[in-house]
């Protein structure tokens, strides 16, 4: 079974950077999807990116376009989130997510989920 352990949050100052790491583990289909989410307090969970593993198609809300860049590194199974330009609005618990198709991940809907990692954008 597919696993997804994410690393890189923490402290940041608004208009810093970060770059969130999902390690995968286990079989991955060549149709599978990679995304990530965020959960802010007292706000339900929301889409943030989402990248097919075989393809170069990238989705991203509204709220991160031109500033968070979803990318994977098929060899060494990781999927990254670089955050630029983050705002204090920015902060949530992020988690790596899959689905079969990006589509999913766009409507919220997931195979597996991550354990999450608090970034918090504060001065």
């Known amino acids: 079974q597919v696993q997804l352990v994410e690393s890189g949050g923490g402290l940041v100052q608004p208009g810093g950077s970060l770059r969130l790491s999902c390690a995968v583990s286990?079989?991955?289909?060549?149709?599978?999807?990679m995304g990530w989410f965020r959960q802010a307090p007292g706000k339900e969970r929301e889409f943030v990116a989402a990248?097919?593993?075989?393809?170069?198609?990238?989705y991203y809300a509204d709220s991160v376009k031109g500033r968070f860049t979803i990318s994977r590194d098929n060899s060494k199974n990781t999927v990254y989130l670089q955050m630029n330009s983050l705002k204090p609005e920015d902060t949530a618990v992020y988690y790596c997510?899959?689905?079969?198709?990006?589509?999913?991940?766009?409507?919220?809907?997931?195979?597996?989920w991550g354990q999450g990692t608090q970034v918090t954008v504060s001065s």
């Open positions: 997510a899959t689905a079969p198709i990006t589509t999913a991940l766009r409507n919220g809907v997931a195979s597996t």
């Open positions: 286990g079989r991955i289909s060549s149709g599978t999807a």
């Open positions: 990248a097919s593993w075989s393809s170069s198609a990238t």
